[in-house]
Each structure stands twice: as C-alpha cells, then as structure tokens.
C-alpha cells in the first residue's frame, strides 16, 4: 500500500532524483555487496579486490574477478526496477538518475545521461597512463569466480588495464560528483532504491536531499522505518515497489 501524501508529492515534483544502489539490480541476478549470505563481501575480501594495492599486488586475481563479474552483467537483462524508473522520467518535469552501480542495466531499461558515481565494469582504462583501449573488450570466456586472468595491455604505453570502476581509497569521478550533489540539493523528491547508504562521499547524496527539504522515499526490503513525515519507506523489492509506485502516481 503506498501512501497517499507519498502519491501526492511524486504527482507534483518537479524535479526528482533517482538515486540506486546495488539492491535495484539484485533481481537481474547481480549480487549486491553487504546483503547476508548473498552479498559479495560476504564470500570476498574487499581488501584484495578493490583497492588499487590490491590490483599492484596481484592484477590478476583482481582482473579474474572483474571479468568474472563484467560476464555476470552481460549475461544479465534490466527488471522491472530499471524499467519503472526509465518509465518515470516520461511523467514528471525532470528527473536525474545517479547510480552507484557499475553496470549497464539502466541504460540497458532505456534511462538517458545516467550518473555513474562508481564508474563501469564497461570502460577500463590502463593503470599507468589513464587511457580507454581504442576497441572494447571482448565479452569474456565464462571465467569463474576465483579465476586469475592477466590483464590486457594498453596499447600507447604497455601498462595493465585495469577495471574502470571506483575502488576505496580513490576519487570519485569530479564531474558526476558535483552533478549528484547539485541534483540532490535542486530536488524536491529523492527515492534511493536498494542502498545500504554506508558508502560515503556518494551516501551524501540523500543526507543533501533531506537538507535542503526534498521528501525522501526508500525502497529497500531491509530498510528502517523513517522518523520524518517527510520520509517513506516502501518495504519491499524494487522490482515490485517501483511499477508499483508509477502505477499509483501516473496510471497506465
Ligand atoms: C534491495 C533488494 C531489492 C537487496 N530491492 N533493495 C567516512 C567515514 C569512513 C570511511 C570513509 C568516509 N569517507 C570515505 C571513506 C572511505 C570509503 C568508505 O565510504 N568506506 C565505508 C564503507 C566506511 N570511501 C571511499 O574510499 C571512496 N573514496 C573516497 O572517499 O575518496 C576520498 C579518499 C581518498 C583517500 C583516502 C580516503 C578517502 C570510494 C568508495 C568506492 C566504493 N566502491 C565500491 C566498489 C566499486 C567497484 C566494484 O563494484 O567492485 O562500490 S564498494 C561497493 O559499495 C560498491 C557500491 O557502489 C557501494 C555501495 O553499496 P550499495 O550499492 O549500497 O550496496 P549494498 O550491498 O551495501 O546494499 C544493498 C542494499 O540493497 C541493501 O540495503 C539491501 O537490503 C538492499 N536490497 N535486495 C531493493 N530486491
Ligand atoms: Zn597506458
């Protein structure tokens, strides 16, 4: 049952943001990181996956790893999530779409200009010097989890490629920074979907919307109750919460 005053408030918005976490694509198969027993960092450590010493240290273990997941997401198709929000933007004034997902299966649902905050599984790019291979990769050979697999060289200076995703201890990419945090400071209605929220600077983003007075709506089945009028939570997977929602709202 959604309520209606959360009804209201989408019906009216101006401009929402749409802010996504691992949790919207669980139901395409994509693991998340901290669920229990399912999430990633459950079976891995992130401390020899997803850090740049890690990647000095042994390349190829971290690389094995990340084609095993980029296969994982090739293999993947948008839900019923990724779709309800690509139908979203068709319904109100202006909507922005800032994820901190590294697959494709937004774009995949249809949404345009989509924030990338932790970058791609999709765009690698060479350790040493930075620059994207001028051909995209391959899709990979069915590796297995725990599979090592050398990196691919660049082709203008010899070094390994690397994921092109955001691993800890690095900067998030400026540009999509600063359009995240303006967004959520223009917003007057910000739904975050399938996050833990633990991961900061990106974790800001709703604190942002909050601050500067926009209603906040959380889908997430494990999510805790708000102490705001302001604030909703819909207890449920994002594959049925959201058609759901946009159904409600807008009909059709
Ligand atoms: C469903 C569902 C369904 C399930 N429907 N919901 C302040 C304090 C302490 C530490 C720091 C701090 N500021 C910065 C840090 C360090 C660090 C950090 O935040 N650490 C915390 C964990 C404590 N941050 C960084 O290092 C960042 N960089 C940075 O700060 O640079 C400045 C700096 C420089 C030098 C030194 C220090 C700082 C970079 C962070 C990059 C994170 N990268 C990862 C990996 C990306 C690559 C990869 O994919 O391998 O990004 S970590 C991982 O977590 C991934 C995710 O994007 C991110 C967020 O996870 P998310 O999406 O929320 O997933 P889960 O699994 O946590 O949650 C899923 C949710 O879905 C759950 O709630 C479920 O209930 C729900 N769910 N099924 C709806 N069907
Ligand atoms: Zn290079």
Same mark, same amino acid.
């Given at each position: 049952?959604?309520?209606?005053?959360?009804?209201?408030? =989408?019906?009216?918005? !101006?401009?929402?943001?749409?802010?996504t %976490?691992? %949790?919207?694509?669980?139901?395409?198969?994509?693991?998340?990181? !901290?669920?229990?027993?399912?999430?990633?960092?459950?079976?891995?450590?992130?401390?020899? $996956?997803?850090?740049?010493?890690?990647?000095?240290?042994? +390349?190829? $273990?971290?690389?094995?790893? #990340?084609?095993?997941?980029?296969?994982?997401?090739? *293999?993947? !198709?948008?839900?019923?999530?990724?779709?309800?929000?690509?139908?979203?933007?068709?319904?109100?004034?202006? /909507?922005t779409l800032i994820t *901190?997902n590294?697959?494709d299966?937004h774009e995949?649902? %249809?949404s345009r200009e989509v924030i990338h =905050?932790?970058?791609s599984?999709?765009?690698?790019?060479?350790?040493?010097?930075?620059?994207?291979?001028?051909?995209?990769?391959?899709?990979?050979?069915?590796?297995?989890?725990?599979? !090592?697999?050398?990196? +691919?060289?660049?082709?203008?200076?010899?070094?390994?490629?690397?994921?092109?995703?955001?691993?800890?201890?690095?900067?998030?990419?400026?540009?999509?920074?600063?359009?995240?945090?303006?967004?959520?400071?223009?917003?007057?209605?910000?739904?975050?979907?399938?996050?833990?929220?633990?991961? #900061?600077?990106?974790?800001?983003?709703?604190? $942002?919307?909050?601050?500067?007075?926009?209603?906040?709506?959380?889908?997430?089945?494990?999510?805790?109750? +708000? *102490?705001?009028?302001?604030?909703? /939570? /819909?207890?449920?997977?994002?594959? *049925?919460?959201?058609?759901?929602?946009?159904?409600?709202?807008?009909?059709?």
């Amino acid at each position: 049952m959604i309520p209606s005053s959360l009804l209201r408030a =989408l019906r009216s918005a !101006r401009h929402v943001v749409v802010f996504t %976490g691992a %949790g919207v694509s669980a139901e395409s198969g994509i693991p998340t990181f !901290r669920d229990a027993l399912t999430g990633l960092w459950e079976r891995f450590d992130p401390g020899e $996956l997803a850090t740049a010493d890690a990647f000095r240290r042994d +390349p190829a $273990l971290v690389w094995g790893w #990340y084609e095993w997941r980029r296969m994982k997401v090739l *293999q993947a !198709r948008p839900n019923p999530a990724h779709m309800a929000i690509a139908e979203l933007a068709g319904h109100v004034p202006q /909507l922005t779409l800032i994820t *901190q997902n590294v697959d494709d299966l937004h774009e995949r649902a %249809g949404s345009r200009e989509v924030i990338h =905050l932790h970058g791609s599984l999709h765009r690698p790019r060479c350790f040493a010097c930075a620059r994207e291979p001028a051909e995209p990769l391959p899709a990979p050979d069915e590796p297995e989890a725990g599979r !090592r697999l050398e990196p +691919p060289r660049c082709h203008h200076c010899g070094g390994r490629l690397r994921p092109g995703v955001v691993w800890f201890g690095e900067s998030l990419p400026s540009d999509a920074l600063r359009a995240a945090f303006a967004a959520a400071q223009a917003c007057d209605l910000l739904l975050s979907v399938g996050t833990s929220g633990v991961v #900061y600077p990106a974790a800001e983003v709703p604190h $942002l919307a909050r601050a500067a007075g926009a209603t906040l709506v959380h889908v997430n089945p494990q999510g805790e109750a +708000p *102490q705001s009028a302001h604030e909703h /939570l /819909l207890a449920l997977p994002a594959g *049925q919460a959201l058609p759901q929602l946009v159904r409600e709202a807008f009909g059709g």
